[in-house]
């Protein structure tokens, strides 16, 4: 059995002062030491600020006037205070929505204009999380869910991650929304990991999963995996679930945060996550979402830590999500505590989930953290599942154990889609293993997904039998419609699946070498590079059925790196004949990065179609178009 025993305790320095430094007087508001000692030492430091408002979760006011009047209460707290700052003492404002609360980098100047705002309930330092990470397999009643018809269909599990491959043929185009939250900060060495630079994006493509060479990157494709994957050999735990692919992590360069020889690495400010939530919590008309998956976090709490003001704005989010019915299941970290657990899990109204071993006795995994106010256990030890670039591989920790909670919420409410986020924990609290964590005697009970259904069901479920979760199942429902498109992430390299054509190049349409500096595969090694100088023209052909039903889009990633005016290079996507797509190869539409893009092929349903990608250059300046990840989904 492999381990792999990484991530653990990146941040424990930075985050174990939470529950134990002394605050500081610092204008009318006590300020904790580690704001001041991260001030001194950097000139400049992210808080977040609570505000003086008593807000309450928009679904408790049951009236839409009022919610508007809280928004709105909650807009003009923060506008009022910005005011009575000084400008060129602060920079990345982050403005929440529906949490009374908001987020801005400050220095000593402006933290003492803060600190006497008569708005200002508290000050918490912005903290950042790590991923909880090591290696992982399972056990739990899931096949028998299947079996009986209860996979997540009409369910939607949003994942807060490093983002998802969301054209890995694991998740056969169910992921339906994206978004990033991820942020610059200078003083901390942070920058954005958003495909468009900025610190925050939503639609196709916002929630990539970040560059694989820098460690974690396909953490939040492997937890998706479990929530929600699926294919004709093995399932996650909802396979028909919808995934929500959330993007919360910011690229740190520093060995200071990183730990010694560790950068650069990801990391995740609370923040970011809170906007992460909030955009989940915008989406609640749109789709049935169970759950959101979290598996970060950082620092040691012995007791809820609801009163930090740390949490308190992402407790604000996570009581809204409840309220709307969408349990926040967080794991419990894998610092080995054996009588507290990190944050955010800590918070009272989240889901905390710990780990237990898949091989003899089941027991509390040694990685675990565990406590009295634990919620569940469930499996997360050497869980197999999805990577990016259309890969397997296995990991464990809390992070492996959090998803498979997050899925079965989704099974539970493709059963009873009225069932509380109250009554779904009570059926897994009730009707899980109990298992005695030998560190401390304390009994927690591991989820058995099979038993929790009977609560909602008059027919019990088979219960003679219990296979792998990550293995090949018995009975399970059909799978979504394969990807008809092959080689999509071009890893295969030159095969005959694509045709390539090029009148100076013949034979390097598909490259994994020799790019020009900066560019690299949006995943995996190699992309295609369409275009160059010298009139040329480049074809990349693909022939394929579109489904009946379940594949209207073909998706993918482009980027333009042009050295030429408008009006003379250009890059078409056409099927059989027409053109569905047309880029102006120029200076002016150059590409910081990938973007993601989509056409209808609803047209051509049932239908032999030839996809073409083409470029035409003309004799001046180089133009090229580089195109990754191209897929066959769902959804746009």
Known sequence: MRRWFSFIGIVALLMAAVATSAPVAY?????AQEITDQLNQSGQVPVIVNLALAARPESELNDARLVQMQRAAIQSSQSRILSNL????????????????????VDATSLKQLASQPGVQSIALDQLAHLDLLESTVRMGATLAWAAGYTGNGQTVAILDTGVDRTHPFFGGR???EGCFSS??????????????????TGVGAGVNCTTSIHGCDHGTHVAGIAAGHNNTMSGVAPSANIIAVQVFSQFNSDSICGAGSSPCVLSFTSDQVRGLEYVYSLRNTYSIASVNMSLGGGQYNTNCDAEPNVTATKAAIDNLRAANTATVIASGNEYLDGAMGSPGCISTAISVGSTTDTGTETVSAFSNSASFLSLLAPGEVIYSSVPGGGYGDKQGTSMATPHVAGAWAVVRSKKPSATVDQIL????????????GRNNIIKPRI???????????????NKAMLPMMAKPGTVTPPPPADPLQNGDFEQGHTADWVENSTNFPNQVLTNSGLPSGVVPQGGSWLAWLGGTNSEVTDLSQTFTVAASGGDYLHYYYRIGSQDICGYDTAKVLVNATELATYDLCTSNN??????????????????????????????????????????????
């Open 27 to 31: 204008g009318q508001i006590d300020i």
């Open 86 to 105: 000084d400008a060129a003492h602060i920079s990345g404002v982050k403005r929440f929505q529906f949490v009374p609360a908001m987020a801005l980098t």
């Open 175 to 177: 992921v339906v929304a």
């Open 184 to 201: 610059t900060v200078a003083a901390q060495s942070s920058t954005t990991l958003c495909p468009n630079g900025q610190d925050s994006q």
């Open 426 to 437: 009570t059926a897994f609290q009730t009707t899980g293993v109990m298992i005695n964590d």
């Open 448 to 462: 058995q997904l099979d038993q929790a259904l009977n609560q909602f069901t008059t027919a019990p479920l088979n």
């Open 591 to 636: 590409t910081a990065g990938w973007v993601g893009a989509s056409v209808n092929l609803s047209a051509y349903r049932g239908q032999s179609v030839t996809v073409h990608f083409t470029v035409s250059n003309d004799s001046s300046s180089n133009s090229n178009f580089f195109l990754d990840t191209v897929a066959i989904q769902a959804a746009p």
